[in-house]
């Protein structure tokens, strides 16, 4: 089966640094998303890993270590619009992506 | 222009009554999804489109039924609604060999069953 494991909420102060934990057991791999929702609106992308290491995109990183079925989501001096729900994903073959249950984050000023 | 559009965006009805939500895609993409967001904000993958065929299925009840009468289009049916079919649905389209498959969602339906 399939099982992905994050933090169901966070709180961070505006201008610091946050790091969204995902563990993951699935049967096969394909890559690993992070994807973020605003509430009442689609997710949207923000990055892939599908090697091992950190992938950086402006104030938003990703790590990704397939030993262990670990990524990270690393988010730099936060803003207030950044508090949203980050759900991890992980693609398994062709299949679609499986979901987890996503992160809440709450950016306080 | 919008990526991917779903409509309606609220969908409010009966138990046992029968309804469609419709997607649209204007990227061109291949592949095509529908997900469920339930109140515990769970994505689920219900069903996926490759080229109008039907390449996955979820344990889903054969109350919905999905179809894709072109590769930009994918409907979902749903039969006998139930009061456990409330949520939101969304959904997603990407290119299948493009490497990182990244999907573009819809803006949601939210359906409440009264």
């Known amino acids: 089966g399939q099982n992905i494991d994050q933090p169901t909420e966070m709180t961070a102060t505006e201008g610091a640094i946050v790091q969204i934990n995902c563990t993951y057991q699935?049967?096969?791999?394909?890559?690993l998303f992070w994807y973020q929702q605003h509430a009442g609106e689609a997710p949207t992308f923000l990055s892939y890993n599908v090697l091992d290491g950190l992938e950086e995109k402006g104030r938003f990183s990703s790590f990704l270590s397939r030993s262990k079925g670990y990524s990270y989501l690393l988010l730099k001096e936060l803003q207030m619009k950044d508090s949203a729900s980050y759900l991890c994903?992980?693609?398994?073959?062709?299949?679609?992506?499986?979901f987890g249950s996503g992160t809440r984050l709450q950016v306080q000023p | 222009d919008t990526a991917v559009s779903q409509t309606p965006k609220y969908l409010v009805t009966q138990m046992g009554n029968d309804k469609s939500i419709k997607c649209e895609q204007n990227l061109g993409h291949d592949t095509m999804y529908w997900y469920k967001q339930d109140s515990k904000k769970f994505l689920k993958i219900m069903f996926s489109y490759n080229n109008k065929e039907l390449i996955i299925n979820e344990t889903v009840p054969n109350r919905f039924s999905p179809k894709s009468p072109d590769k930009a289009h994918l409907n979902l049916h749903i039969n006998s609604l139930e009061l456990g079919d409330s949520a939101v649905y969304f959904c997603?389209?990407?290119?299948?060999?493009?490497?990182?498959?990244?999907?573009?969602f819809g803006p949601g339906t939210r359906l409440t069953v009264l």
């Open positions: 997603a389209s990407s290119q299948e060999l493009a490497g990182d498959n990244e999907q573009f």
């Open positions: 994903a992980v693609r398994t073959g062709r299949r679609a992506l499986t």
């Open positions: 699935t049967s096969g791999f394909n890559g």
